[in-house]
């Protein structure tokens, strides 16, 4: 069965400081994807970025990083030189593609970060 | 903007009415998502559907319905509803065909329908 596990519930920083969310997932399958979507007070679900399980290279987008580590299940997010506006709920997420083809999403509970001026 | 569109943006309605939430999937996709929000449950996969067809099923409760008709659009039916039913309600859609396992079909998610059942 499919499981994802993001252990901080709500992470409070000042602003410009870094921050790491964590993300355990599990998974039997060997081909499977993750992905963070954020959702900011407004509501929409925002996304951030798609791995693939054959891909563990890092990667780095502007203040946001990602690290995919399979030996221990993780695909962590940290945020560089926090800002306000990236005040939000982040959420990580796993799809396995079932027999079947369909290739839902299984979200973890969500971290809700709030940056401090 | 995803390309995907829900209505309403907000439904306040009663316990023991039903409603239906409707999504417009973006052009040319054939598969329609729907998971619900809640704040006990998290976000969790209730239904799919690929062109007209269910493909695939979540903890979707038997007072829940949905189908997706011949222009791809879906509709979510909530019946007898309840307290615990308000939750925001998103409709995600991608496509176009089903995807290897080699492959991913990006999901793009709509702005959500806020249910309030008071």
């Known amino acids: 069965a499919q499981k994802v596990t993001q252990a901080q519930t709500e992470i409070s920083v000042v602003e410009k400081e870094d921050v790491t969310l964590d993300c355990v997932y599990e998974?039997?399958?060997?081909?499977?994807?993750l992905f963070w979507y954020k959702q900011p007070p407004s509501g929409e679900l925002v996304f951030l970025i798609r791995?693939?399980?054959?891909?563990?290279q890092n990667e780095i987008s502007g203040r946001y990083s990602w690290n995919f580590q399979k030996s221990t299940s993780s695909f962590n997010f940290t945020i560089t030189a926090s800002q306000v506006v990236d005040s939000a709920v982040y959420f990580c997420a796993l799809s396995e593609a079932d027999r079947g083809g369909s290739e839902k999403l299984v979200f973890g509970k969500g971290t809700k970060l709030t940056v401090n001026p | 903007d995803s390309g995907v569109t829900q209505t309403p943006k907000h439904l306040i309605t009663a316990t023991g009415q039903r409603v239906t939430l409707r999504c417009s999937p973006r052009?040319?996709?054939?598969?329609v998502y729907w998971y619900q929000q809640s704040l006990d449950q998290g976000l969790q996969f209730l239904i799919q559907y690929y062109n007209g067809e269910e493909r695939a099923k979540g903890n979707i409760l038997e007072r829940f319905s949905a189908q997706q008709f011949p222009d791809l659009h879906s509709e979510l039916n909530l019946s007898s509803l309840e307290l615990g039913d308000s939750a925001l309600y998103f409709c995600?859609?991608?496509?176009?065909?089903?995807?290897?396992?080699?492959?991913?079909?990006?999901?793009?998610f709509g702005p959500g329908t806020r249910l309030t059942v008071l």
């Open positions: 995600a859609s991608s496509g176009p065909g089903l995807a290897p396992r080699s492959s991913y079909n990006e999901q793009f």
């Open positions: 998974t039997r399958d060997t081909t499977y994807y």
């Open positions: 791995r693939n399980s054959f891909d563990e």
């Open positions: 052009s040319g996709d054939l598969s």
